[in-house]
């Protein structure tokens, strides 16, 4: 792994603060375009909820445990 590489996670320290437990856990589903962002494993998510922005939120109990982010690759363009 080039050092380049590790600058590009360093970026992620201020979003990792910010969680619940200052743990994410990220998958990448290249073929369904679609990030998955959890805050608690393992997680059992008992309703979730889908933003305008069509981003699901899960939630276990009152707790959001995660996001589901559908079109990320295109996303990540849009900001680029």
Excluded: C
């Excluded at 619940?20 to 369904?32: F, S």
């Excluded at 939630?59 to 295109?74: D, M």
Aim: aromatic letters at 8%; glycine letters at 2%; zero cysteines.
């Amino acid at each position: 792994m080039a050092i380049a590489d590790i600058q590009e996670y360093l970026k992620l320290i201020p979003a990792v603060n910010r969680s619940p437990q200052h743990a994410v856990w990220l998958t990448y589903d290249a073929e369904a375009d679609t990030l998955y962002i959890n805050f608690k494993k393992p997680s059992h998510a008992t309703d979730s909820e889908m933003t305008d922005d069509d981003i699901i939120v899960r939630y276990e109990g009152e707790e959001v445990i995660g996001f589901t982010v559908l079109h990320a690759n295109k996303r990540m363009k849009k900001t680029a």
